[in-house]
């Protein structure tokens, strides 16, 4: 399994604007081949940052991602709003529920 986890800074006065974008973005990952978990949440509305959780079944299908039309319109709304992005994969293993 791999698991990616990022860290974006969008232009705050541009949210509004990019939620639509992102909601899309994030419903159609849900619906593609290998992708066992998506999750996308603005931290801050007012710096506007938002952190990204991926969980793939492997890094064939994470690549095939970045190639679906969804990406392609999802980087077409966002060109000019993103300010930084910090994403990070990770191979995981061994996944288990946490008991607490």
Known sequence: ??????????DPAR???????LDAMMKSTWEESGCLGYSMAIE???????????RWENEAALREHFNQPHMA?????VKGAV???DARIYDASNERPLMI
């Not at 399994?1 to 969008?10: D, G, K, P, Q, Y």
């Not at 949210?15 to 974008?21: G, K, R, T």
Request: with cysteine.
């Open 1 to 10: 399994m791999i698991i990616v986890i990022a860290r974006a800074e969008f």
């Open 15 to 21: 949210l509004d604007e990019l939620q639509p974008a």
């Open 44 to 54: 801050s509305r007012e710096d506007g940052i938002c952190s990204i959780v991926e």
């Open 73 to 77: 319109a999802f980087n077409a709304a």
């Open 83 to 85: 300010r930084s992005i």
